[in-house]
């Protein structure tokens, strides 16, 4: 199957790009990487009059260390999130999880803010900058505006992003002194969508877990938080027993549907798995023991 006729427009600027986008009334797309809208196009499920191509914006390139933590572009494709040295040392969670994503082919062209405005559930960079504790920088016709990733994935491939909005940057908070983190996920064979994935982040004080955060992909419609076994750590240290305890309490924060893939309940057993294996693998690391 083809795609609808529509036209093309190379923006120079983004605000030349918001305005093509108000002249289309409404009837546009944006093309950055274009391994979500390209099916989508050929497939018909979308049909735009208008393609605004914003690829070769250096507003939403770069990846750059500032004073309220990390910024990396929209741009950044997921290649270079894998390989760039400032992600490793001061978001090292995220580099771990970009190993994960799909091939290197995709890698090389996919982009960091167009997998996170798609929302996929079953993405690996929607539940690790939940768990990273994100900040989303949009733009539109009304201006900047400054979005946390609490209240940034809403729903099923529905994020707070508006449809003549660009996503320009995502800023990762600084690493705290104590860090312990990790990334896992099952999948049938890498580089496919996984059955389900976890991320991990933990600080360390005077021998106990004091903050936790866990995010699970492929278990909801959302990069789902588990706020129960969080709470199940901190305070303890992160022996058998803690981890035990966070396995256990799992089942109050993650409710999986049965789909055509796998049962619920499967899902969530793997997913006690999953969080065990990467939670032993932290309790045999060093934590970190100076702010990134």
């Not at 500032?66 to 929209?74: H, K, S």
């Not at 909005?165 to 908070?173: D, F, Q, T």
Request: charged share 20%; glycine share 8%; hydrophobic share 50%.
């Amino acid at each position: 199957m083809k795609p609808p006729p529509f036209d093309y427009q190379l923006a120079d600027s983004v605000s030349q790009a918001l305005d093509l986008y108000a002249r289309s009334e409404g009837d546009a797309l944006w093309l950055a990487g274009g391994h979500s809208i390209v099916p989508s196009l050929a497939l018909r499920l979308q049909a735009p009059s208008l393609l605004i191509d914003i690829s070769r914006l250096s507003e939403l390139s770069g990846i750059a260390l500032t004073g309220e933590g990390l910024r990396i572009g929209a741009l950044t494709t997921h290649a270079q999130i894998l390989s760039d040295p400032l992600v490793r040392t001061h978001a090292p969670l995220l580099a771990e999880a970009a190993a994960h994503v799909a091939h290197p082919a995709i890698r090389n062209r996919a982009t960091f803010g167009g997998n996170l405005v798609l929302a996929d559930p079953a993405s690996e960079f929607p539940a690790v900058v939940r768990c990273l504790d994100a900040v989303f920088d949009i733009v539109g016709a009304e201006g900047a505006r400054q979005v946390g990733v609490e209240d940034f994935f809403l729903d099923l491939f529905t994020t707070a992003l508006e449809p003549d909005e660009i996503l320009r940057s995502v800023l990762i908070p600084p690493a705290p002194a104590g860090l312990r983190c990790g990334f896992d996920e099952l999948a049938r064979r890498h580089g496919d969508f996984a059955m389900v994935g976890a991320a991990v982040w933990l600080v360390e004080a005077e021998g106990v877990t004091a903050e936790a955060r866990i995010c699970f992909h492929s278990v909801g419609a959302t990069p789902m938080r588990a706020s129960h076994a969080e709470g199940a750590l901190r305070g303890l240290a992160l022996d058998g027993d803690a981890i035990a305890a966070a396995q256990a309490v799992l089942g109050n924060d993650l409710d999986p549907a049965d789909d055509v893939t796998l049962p619920g309940a499967t899902r969530l057993h793997l997913a006690r798995v999953l969080l065990g294996r990467i939670l032993h693998r932290l309790a045999r690391q060093p934590a970190m023991e100076t702010a990134a």
